[in-house]
Nanobody, 124 residues
């Protein structure tokens, strides 16, 4: 059974940093693309970042490019999102998502399993 458990969210000040983790189990983590999404209150879900199974190539939404870094440790079955220079607009529930294959797309239908999310709140 696929399980994705996010952690690391919390309260940060503008300009601050947080590191999110997504612990994966129930599948061969090293064979699948992974993404981060987020959903702010009252807004549609937004794709944030993605990486292929080997972690070599990484892709970002324009809104986070240069501030966020996606990475993965296939030995630990864990996906990460390092978030720097946080702004109020980064406040959202952040989800990790497992690709249905080793293919990346911002389209939600590309992903077949989701975690429960971890809340990130940026406030002064």
């Amino acid at each position: 059974q696929v399980r994705l458990v996010e952690s690391g969210g919390g309260l940060a000040q503008p300009g601050g940093s947080l590191r999110l983790s997504c612990a994966a189990s129930g599948f061969t983590f090293s064979k699948y693309a992974m993404s981060w999404y987020r959903q702010a209150p009252g807004k549609v879900i937004e794709w944030v970042a993605a990486t292929y199974s080997d972690g070599a190539d990484k892709y970002y939404a324009d809104s986070v490019k240069g501030r966020f870094t996606i990475s993965r440790d296939n030995a630990k079955n864990t996906l990460y999102l390092q978030m720097n220079d946080l702004t109020f607009e980064d406040t959202a529930l952040y989800y990790c998502a497992k690709g249905a294959s080793d293919y990346i797309s911002p389209n939600e239908s590309t992903y077949d399993s989701w975690g429960q999310g971890t809340q990130v709140t940026v406030a002064s």
